[in-house]
């Protein structure tokens, strides 16, 4: 078993790391200073200009393939990427990606919303979770009835990422009751000027969601997705797709943080020495650091089973619950090696605190996880020797 990395692959993540290094974390100060005053961490224009700098050197599109002119990278690499981006808490991400499910698109839809979405002219958000609906998603009852060529959507959508910057959403609507998600749920590419209204949701984090309103909104046939009728499964497949990806990014938070833990226990001294030398400190540092190791090939085996065309969902949903428990215990307790310091706003950790804490519910939350894990088990699915055998 050989569990190194291709020189391809080091060169990528040497290249990300840098970049993150030199044009990323000089702006985290700033990103701080903007939170205190309840402003976005980076403007629009400059978030493009930091892509802009990427794209000249080939990053653009991590995920999507060569044929769309991006650059079409595996699971494990893309993983390796997160990870790096992950070290700072600054909102940067590559341009050039667009949802996984806006391929199954037809032509002309690609031309109007999945190509203008990689070109970053479009911006898209995908909208299946209400008010009354969540983790039990099938129990959606935003609706679209058949009016003759069009439908009419009414219902509404909660904590919608991106929902009041999108200018098109990816709205999921029950259009045959019966059926329900077995068959009667519909995904339809819903403009902004077709009559759909947003509302930001404040959040204790830097991804603030909005609401969705869909008010007797009329879209024509041709807005659909795929097909009607097999919405459900479009959604699980966003959902489904990088499930790696989150505890990847959580795992470079992790990482940057505990070096920072490190670097303050050295320096604090209390009691004529350094805290570092106490063993209270040490056993978080050591803690943290097995379960950073332990994330890594959590993530990196899940990344690998994508690579390989294996059945990941296992792999992925262990990855996402223990990413999202152990980066939350790991940021409390380089919370508590910075005492005081660690509270206030004057340093990231309490940033990454509130931020860190998300990871827990969005994109199926720790119960949810369990859930799919034990019923795996439990149904024969999966072995609990994973997929070695
Ligand atoms: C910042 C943010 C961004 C988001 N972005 C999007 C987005 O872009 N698009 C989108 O559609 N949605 C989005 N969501 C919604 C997110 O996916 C849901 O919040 C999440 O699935 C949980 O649903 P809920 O909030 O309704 O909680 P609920 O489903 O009401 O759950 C409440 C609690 O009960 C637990 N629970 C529920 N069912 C069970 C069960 N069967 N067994 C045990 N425990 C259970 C849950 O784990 C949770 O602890 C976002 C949410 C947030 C906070």
Not at 5 to 10: A, G, V
Not at 233 to 256: F, N, S, T, V
Not at 356 to 375: F, N, V
């Amino acid at each position: 078993m050989d569990l190194s990395l291709t020189d391809e692959e080091r060169e990528i993540r040497e290249w990300v790391r840098t970049f993150v290094r030199r044009e990323v974390m000089p702006l985290e100060p700033e990103v701080l200073q903007r939170e205190r005053r309840s402003e976005r961490g980076l403007t629009a224009e400059e978030l493009t200009a930091l892509q802009d700098k990427a794209k000249a050197a080939g990053f653009f599109g991590v995920h999507t393939p060569t044929e769309y002119g991006g650059m079409g990278l595996g699971a494990v690499m893309t993983a390796l990427i997160e990870v790096e981006l992950g070290r700072s808490f600054v909102p940067f991400r590559f341009a050039g990606d667009a949802d996984n499910i806006l391929f199954v698109a037809n032509e002309e839809q690609k031309k109007a919303y999945l190509e203008p979405t990689i070109s970053g002219e479009r911006k898209s958000c995908f909208a299946i979770t209400e008010p009354g609906a969540g983790s039990d998603a099938r129990n959606i009852r935003t609706s679209a009835r058949r009016e003759g060529d069009e439908w009419v959507i009414n219902g509404e959508k909660t904590f919608i990422t991106g929902g009041n910057e999108a200018d098109f959403a990816m709205v999921f609507a029950v259009t045959d009751p019966s059926l329900g998600a077995d068959g009667g749920v519909t995904c339809f590419l819903v403009d902004r000027d077709m009559g759909w209204k947003s509302e930001p949701i404040d959040t204790m984090g830097e991804w603030g969601p909005a609401s969705l309103v869909f008010d007797g909104v009329r879209v024509p046939h041709s807005a659909i997705l795929g097909e009607e009728g097999r919405g459900f499964e479009l959604a699980m497949r966003w959902i489904g797709k990088g499930r790696y990806l989150l505890p990847a990014r959580a795992l470079g938070a992790c990482e940057r943080l505990v070096e920072m833990g490190m670097e303050h226990a050295r320096n604090r001294v209390t009691f004529g020495q350094p805290i570092a030398e106490r063993q209270a400190i040490q056993w978080m540092i050591a803690d943290s650091a097995v379960e950073i190791e332990a994330l890594r090939w959590l993530v990196l085996a899940a990344a690998w089973q994508v690579d390989a065309g294996l059945d990941s969902r296992q792999a992925q949903s262990m990855a996402k619950l223990y990413g999202g428990q152990k980066a939350n215990e790991i940021v409390d307790r380089v919370l508590q090696i910075h005492g005081g310091m660690g509270y206030t706003r004057e340093l990231p950790v309490e940033r990454w605190y509130r931020e860190l804490r998300l990871l827990r519910i969005y994109e199926g939350t720790d119960e949810i996880q369990r859930r799919t894990i034990a019923r795996n088990l439990l149904r024969g699915h999966v072995s609990v020797r994973g997929h070695l055998g």
